[in-house]
């Protein structure tokens, strides 16, 4: 019988195996800029490497007989074989083979972020279906991260290329993450506030070529790098009008752009999620509300908002997801965040500078990603009894 | 009670009801029955305004309802559908107290209320807390009849609200809501297509065909009905045979056996049972008599085709 997660997972495992057999887990260069040699997973882990692998092969084995009972085990090997490679990826570092030339550096090969998909894969592959196992799922997405968190912290890590360059710019880096967050959050944050009313009013004007509507979808279609380019044009204007509104930041380049851009991608999947979550209600229990005698506003408080709420939550999660991608671009405008660093590190051509932009964005991408599905399973659980 | 005088409702150029009048009076369960389409829902959702009549007045305790406040009219009338309507984020608890807490009753008299209530369609009280997605078909139905019931309503309108359950449950539905309306004398509107319900909880049939109603009585008054072939394909050619479980034994039972002698074979059945179920023992067994029993084998008088024959065409069930 077909399982569902089945392919994933299996895919997943081969993956994990092949990675580790045949792709380069860790690339030595003897400086920061030079093309260095591939290092593989058996020079990298020594003994460590024959755990992984049979480690994965059983993984695989777990994944083609897809048996719910086996569905845990493959939960925990996942986990186990993503701490120990960072372990022994730590471990290995300390070797003088890798410090011999003072500026040499080791970075991430290939093998090592195919390795972390597989592992997600198979996560993703085998938890599916009913609502314990994706609690389950999102408990081992969350277990994993931490790890990767906690060996990051321990210093147990720090001889990689990466991190030498988080310690050239630890300053910046956390201050771009925070400006990033704050961008791409709040610029959400509006979003909602303006979006679902938005929504709701387009929902009860019932005018199928609503005018709002429009222009939200315009904005949509033009490409973010346009749209930053024309909303330039009027700011620019603006801020050279008038001291005080080029006081409180309104000008061509900086925050202020990139965020106005921001809050209007934002609004789009909003706008929308909140009127098919209006639309989806079923008639009848409206006619029932207000048989029963509740107000229109009643029945919106009361009613309309609580079933729709989920589907809205769903729109959020794509702004707040969609956000923080595009806050990239605010780097190339003087508004900060990680774009900065990534753009930097394109100029540089240096790839572990980029990674240091990119990883903490799919880091921030996911986590709260995760927590916001975790909010929509819950308040679909407790007030709606279904979770899928 | 309720009145509807030559009320018309269109539709753009479709005429949904057609100079209709009806009066339901106070403590009457009327059933409004006919094929889908006819308009029945129509009647329901002029009551209580949820559309508006294109001419014809209604009145509601005599007063017409063009005049009354909507939303105190509204909560004055319960209301319960097909399939439940129940707000699937309220448990059923949160569904029944929807108009109580409209209606701002304190915390105890709703908990008091909701108690009585659950007691009163025969759900556990523990039911409180389940969500109607964990409730089976059956149980949602009694949870939206109590809802129904919530705030004490003189009046209740029901659209079809057994439509939706299988033959067995909605029989014991009936049966209960029976129970319910004879204890309650509520004045109820209810809307169905299924000529057994009908018969089973109507003090008056009104016959509905498309827009229009064409006839108005007890159940038993149709029995006779020769003249209106609409009516007669409508009710069915075994009218008489469902209208036999409309009565129990007791209400049709005499003293004495009117068949005269005692029979050879002696079958018994309670007191309780529908009159349909003696027919069909005394058909089954070949007999021409039954004993009737209080429940505890002791006789209190006997039923014969003759008491079945009698019962009906002239004793209305009260």
């Avoid at chain 1, 597989?118 to 994706?134: P, Q, W």
């Avoid at chain 2, 559309?51 to 406040?69: A, C, D, H, L, Y």
């Avoid at chain 2, 909560?75 to 109580?100: C, K, W």
């Avoid at chain 2, 139905?141 to 705030?151: E, I, S």
Wanted: proline share 4%; aromatic share 10%; with cysteine.
């Amino acid at each position: 019988m077909e399982k569902p997660g089945n392919k994933v997972a299996v895919l997943g495992a081969l993956i994990i195996a092949l990675s580790l057999l045949f792709f380069s887990f860790a690339q030595y260069r003897p400086n920061r800029v030079l093309s260095g040699t591939n290092v593989y997973a058996r020079g990298l882990f020594g003994n460590g490497f024959l755990l992984l692998l049979v480690l994965s092969i059983l993984t695989l084995v777990f994944a083609i007989a897809n048996n719910k009972q086996h569905q845990l085990m493959i939960g925990f090997f996942s986990f186990f074989m993503a701490g120990s490679a960072l372990y022994l990826l730590g471990t290995a570092l300390e070797k003088d083979v890798f410090n011999q030339i003072p500026n040499g550096r080791v970075s991430l090969g290939g093998g090592f972020y195919l390795f972390f998909l597989g592992i997600y894969m198979v996560i993703t592959g085998s938890f599916k279906g009913y609502e314990k196992a994706i609690l389950q799922r999102r408990l081992f997405y969350l277990a994993i991260f931490l790890v990767i968190f906690i060996f990051l912290l321990s210093g147990h890590l720090n001889q990689l290329s990466i991190m030498k360059e988080f310690f050239n710019r630890s300053s910046t880096f956390f201050r771009q993450i925070s400006r990033h967050f704050s961008l791409s959050f709040f610029s959400v944050i509006i979003a909602i506030l303006a979006g679902i009313p938005i929504g709701v009013l387009i929902h009860k004007s019932r005018r199928r070529n609503n005018p709002i509507l429009f222009l939200v979808n315009l904005g949509q279609t033009i490409p973010t790098l346009s749209l930053l380019g024309l909303i330039m044009v009027p700011l620019t204007f603006l801020g050279e009008r008038s001291q005080w509104l080029r006081n409180i930041g309104i000008r061509g380049v900086g925050f202020t752009p990139a965020f106005i851009i921001l809050i209007i991608y934002a609004l789009f999947p909003i706008i929308h999620n909140t009127m098919a979550g209006l639309r989806m209600i079923d008639q009848n229990l409206l006619e029932i509300a207000s048989a029963m005698g509740m107000k229109a506003n009643q029945s919106f408080w009361k009613v309309q908002l609580p079933l729709s709420l989920p589907v809205i939550l769903g729109g959020i999660r794509i702004a707040m997801t969609q956000s923080i991608g595009n806050t990239i671009l605010a780097g190339l405008i003087g508004g900060g965040g990680l774009g900065s660093i990534i753009f930097l590190g394109l100029a540089q051509a240096s790839p572990d500078l980029i990674l240091l932009g990119v990883i903490p964005l799919v880091a921030m991408a996911f986590l709260l990603d995760l927590m916001v599905s975790f909010f929509i399973f819950f308040y679909r659980k407790k007030y709606l009894g279904m979770t899928l | 009670m309720i009145k509807l005088v030559k009320v018309t409702k269109k539709y753009q150029d479709i005429t949904a009801l057609r100079n209709f009048s009806l009066e339901i009076p106070k403590g009457v369960l009327l059933v409004l029955l006919g094929p889908s389409g006819c308009g029945k829902s129509t009647v329901i959702k002029l009551i209580n305004t949820l559309i508006k009549p294109t001419s014809g007045e209604i009145f509601v305790n005599n007063q017409n309802i063009r005049e009354m406040n909507l939303t105190n009219l509204r909560r004055g009338m319960g209301y319960a559908i097909q399939s439940t309507g129940l707000f699937p984020h309220y448990n059923v608890y949160e569904n029944i107290a929807v108009v109580p807490r409209l209606l701002k009753w304190n915390k105890a008299d709703i908990d008091h209320r909701v108690d009585y209530l659950l007691d009163l369609v025969s759900l556990n009280r523990n039911y409180k807390k389940k969500l109607p997605s964990e409730l089976s078909g059956g149980e949602g139905q009694r949870v939206g009849v109590a809802r129904a019931l919530a705030a004490d309503p003189p009046i209740l309108l029901m659209d079809e609200p057994f439509g939706s359950l299988d033959p067995q449950n909605r029989e014991r539905l009936q049966r209960e809501f029976d129970k319910i309306q004879k204890q309650l004398k509520k004045t109820v509107l209810f809307v169905t297509h299924d000529v057994e319900e009908a018969i089973r909880l109507a003090d008056k049939i009104a016959v509905m065909k498309p827009g229009e109603l064409v006839s108005l009585g007890s159940p038993s008054d149709f029995i006779a009905e020769d003249e209106q072939e609409y009516i007669k394909d409508f009710l069915g050619t075994d009218y008489a045979l469902k209208l036999l479980s409309r009565f129990i034994v007791e209400e049709v039972m005499s003293q004495e056996n009117s068949e005269g002698k005692e029979p050879t074979k002696v079958f018994r059945i309670t007191k309780k049972s529908t009159v349909s179920t003696a027919l069909s023992v005394m058909i089954s067994k070949g007999v021409k008599s039954l004993e009737v029993t209080n429940g505890e084998e002791k006789r209190i008088g006997f039923i014969t085709f003759e008491d079945i024959l009698m019962g009906i065409f002239t004793g209305e069930k009260k």
